[in-house]
T-cell receptor, first 113, second 112 residues
Framework: GEDVEQSLFLSVREGDSSVINCTYT??????LYWYKQEPGAGLQLLTYIFSNMDMKQDQRLTVLLNKKDKHLSLRIADTQTGDSAIYFC?????????????FGSGTRLSIRP | NAGVTQTPKFQVLKTGQSMTLQCAQD?????MYWYRQDPGMGLRLIYYSASEGTTDKGEVPNGYNVSRLNKREFSLRLESAAPSQTSVYFC???????????FGPGTRLTVT
């Protein structure tokens, strides 16, 4: 069945890089997503990667995809206090319909001064 | 644009009571979704609607019903609330062919 797994917590020092990891089981996943949830709010899409890509960079964010190991990571460079949030990894077989997106349990990122 | 709005923001129910959670989007999106979020479990899909007039079960539909009233509105009904339905409920919408689901601010429901 479909499953997405993430560690629950990550603590980093301000200014360091944060790396949040995710593994998924559905080999038919076409799109993989990273969503951010700030306290008391809904989820916001941060970035996504298509399964035929290995890497995607967007300003401070770098997404790496290892399809063989079904492993996805999100690297946040120069982590700031505003990056404190829960980060959700998610997968979807395709985006052109209302097909389901399967979310992981979320990784809570906390920033140390 | 208000995006996705949800009402109410908070609700406390007694076991056995019923209520309807309301969701509306003003982005002309075809698809709408209801999720519940529980600690350590991420988001689980309850029901979704691919387009006006259609609804389908998600991962955890038991104890819930939905109505896609029109293109804008998608409501979630609890007919007989149970303590296991204590959760934060999120509504989301997505445009045709788009990647991003847009989420509402959530409804925090407590069933005692």
């Amino acid at each position: 069945g479909e499953d997405v797994e993430q560690s629950l917590f990550l603590s980093v020092r301000e200014g360091d890089s944060s790396v949040i990891n995710c593994t998924y089981t559905d080999s038919s996943s076409t799109y993989l997503y990273w969503y951010k949830q700030e306290p008391g709010a809904g989820l916001q899409l941060l970035t996504y990667i298509f399964s035929n890509m290995d890497m995607k960079q967007d300003q401070r964010l770098t997404v790496l995809l290892n399809k063989k190991d079904k492993h996805l990571s999100l690297r946040i460079a120069d982590t700031q206090t505003g990056d404190s949030a829960i980060y959700f990894c998610a997968e979807s077989p395709f985006a052109s319909s209302a097909s389901k997106i399967i979310f992981g349990s979320g990784t809570r990122l906390s920033i140390r001064p | 644009n208000a995006g996705v709005t949800q009402t109410p923001k908070f609700q406390v129910l007694k076991t056995g009571q019923s209520m309807t959670l309301q969701c509306a989007q003003d982005m002309n999106h075809n698809s709408m979704y209801w999720y519940r979020q529980d600690p350590g479990m991420g988001l689980r899909l309850i029901y979704y609607s691919a387009s006006e007039g259609t609804t389908d079960k998600g991962e955890v539909p038991n104890g819930y019903n939905v109505s896609r009233l029109n293109k804008r509105e998608f409501s979630l009904r609890l007919e007989s609330a149970a303590p296991s339905q204590t959760s934060v409920y999120f509504c989301a919408s997505k445009g045709q062919g788009a990647h991003e689901q847009y989420f509402g601010p959530g409804t925090r429901l407590t069933v005692t």
